[in-house]
C-alpha cells in the first residue's frame, strides 16, 4: 500500500497513533513539562473544533425535520445517546464509591459523548442507511448541546464547573455546526479530507493517551477498562447484529445502527475531560478514554475484516434481493 493509502486507511493510522503513544507513554519521554495540561486542553479543543467543522461540511442540511422522520429520529436517539452510554454509566457507578473513582470519570466522558461524525461516510461506504445516517448525524450533535451537560451533571454534579462544560460543548459542537455551513460549497477532495481528519485524530490520539496516567492505574483497573470497552463495542454491537439479523432487518439499516451504537466520538471525550477536570485527575480519568480508543481500534479492525467485509456484504445483499424478488 502507498503512504497516500495508509494515511487515506482510517484503521491503519489509529493503531499506529495507539502505537506511538504507548510507546511515549511508557518510556517517558512524552514532554509533559512542554505540553501542560492546559495546553493539552486548548489545542485538544482547537483540533476538535477543526475536525468537527470540516466533517458537517459533507453534510447538506435539508430533509432534516425530525417529525417528518420521526422513526429515523428516535432510532437514533436511543440507539446513538441512550444504549451508547449504558455500558460506561454502569460503569462509572460501580467504580464510583471505590479507590478507582478519579479514574472512573474519565467513563462519564465517553458515556456523554455521541456517535462519531464518520458514521455518515462509513454508512455509505459499507451500504448502509447513508440518508439516515447523515440526518441523523446532525439531530444528535444539536441535541448532544444539552445531552452532554446532563450526563456531566448527573454523574460529576458539583465536583465540575458546568459553565466550563457549557463553554466548551459550545467550542466544539455549536460552532462546528455554524462555521461548517460557510464550507459546504467549497470542493474539498475526498483524500484530502480523510488525510486532514486522520491526521488531525492521530495526534488527538498521541496528545491524550501518552499522557495518561498508566502507571499509576495498575493493571487490574486497566483490564476493568478494558472489559467495559470491549461490553461497550464488541458485546453491544454483536447484540444489535444478531438481534436485528434475526427480526429481519435488512443490511442498509443494521450497518447505520450498530456503528451509531458503538462508534463513539472520543475526541470530543477528550476534549471535555481535559478542559472540565483539573490537576492531577486529568491523567487518571485519561485511561479510561485510553482504553477505550485502544478497544475501538481491535473493533474497527473486526468491522472490516468480518463484521462488515466485502464478501458478507455482498453475500447478504444478494440474499436480501433475492428474498425480495420471491
Not at 432510532?75 to 444504549?83: E, P, T
Amino acid at each position: 500500500m502507498t503512504l497516500k493509502g495508509l494515511l487515506c486507511s482510517s484503521a491503519f493510522m489509529m493503531s499506529f497513533a495507539v502505537i506511538i503513544s504507548l510507546i511515549t507513554n511508557f518510556t517517558g519521554i512524552f514532554p509533559g513539562d512542554v505540553l501542560t495540561p492546559d495546553l493539552r486542553s486548548n489545542v485538544t479543543i482547537f483540533c476538535l473544533a477543526v475536525m468537527l467543522t470540516l466533517s458537517f461540511s459533507r453534510i447538506p442540511y435539508r430533509d432534516l425535520n425530525p417529525v417528518k422522520h420521526s422513526a429515523s429520529t428516535i432510532r437514533a436517539i436511543v440507539l446513538g445517546l441512550v444504549i451508547a452510554s449504558v455500558v460506561p454509566l454502569v460503569g462509572f457507578f460501580i467504580l464510583s464509591g471505590t479507590e478507582y473513582a478519579d479514574y472512573a470519570k474519565g467513563l462519564v466522558f465517553i458515556a456523554a459523548t455521541p456517535f462519531a461524525a464518520s458514521v455518515g461516510p462509513l454508512s455509505y461506504i459499507l451500504k448502509g442507511d447513508f440518508p439516515h445516517a447523515l440526518r441523523s448525524t446532525v439531530i444528535i450533535y444539536v441535541l448532544a448541546l444539552l445531552w452532554i451537560p446532563f450526563i456531566v451533571w448527573l454523574c460529576l454534579g458539583e465536583s465540575v464547573d458546568m459553565m466550563t462544560v457549557f463553554i466548551t460543548v459550545l467550542e466544539i459542537i455549536a460552532l462546528p455546526l455554524i462555521i461548517s455551513r460557510l464550507l459546504t460549497k467549497v470542493n474539498i477532495p475526498k483524500d484530502a479530507m480523510s488525510i486532514t481528519l486522520n491526521c488531525i485524530i492521530t495526534f488527538l490520539v498521541w496528545l491524550s493517551v501518552s499522557s495518561a496516567d498508566f502507571q499509576s492505574a495498575g493493571w487490574f483497573i486497566m483490564g476493568v477498562f478494558i472489559l467495559i470497552a470491549a461490553l461497550r463495542t464488541f458485546f453491544m454491537g454483536s447484540v444489535v447484529e444478531v438481534g436485528e439479523r434475526r427480526f429481519g432487518i435488512h443490511w442498509t439499516q443494521r450497518v447505520t445502527d450498530i456503528l451509531m451504537v458503538t462508534y463513539k466520538n472520543k475526541g470530543i471525550a477528550l476534549a471535555l475531560c481535559t478542559a472540565v477536570l483539573v490537576g492531577p485527575i486529568i491523567p487518571k480519568a485519561m485511561v479510561a478514554i485510553a482504553a477505550s480508543i485502544i478497544v475501538d481500534v481491535c473493533w474497527v479492525a473486526f468491522m472490516d475484516g468480518y463484521l462488515f467485509s466485502g464478501k458478507r456484504m455482498n453475500r447478504e445483499l444478494e440474499a436480501e434481493a433475492d428474498t425480495e424478488r420471491v
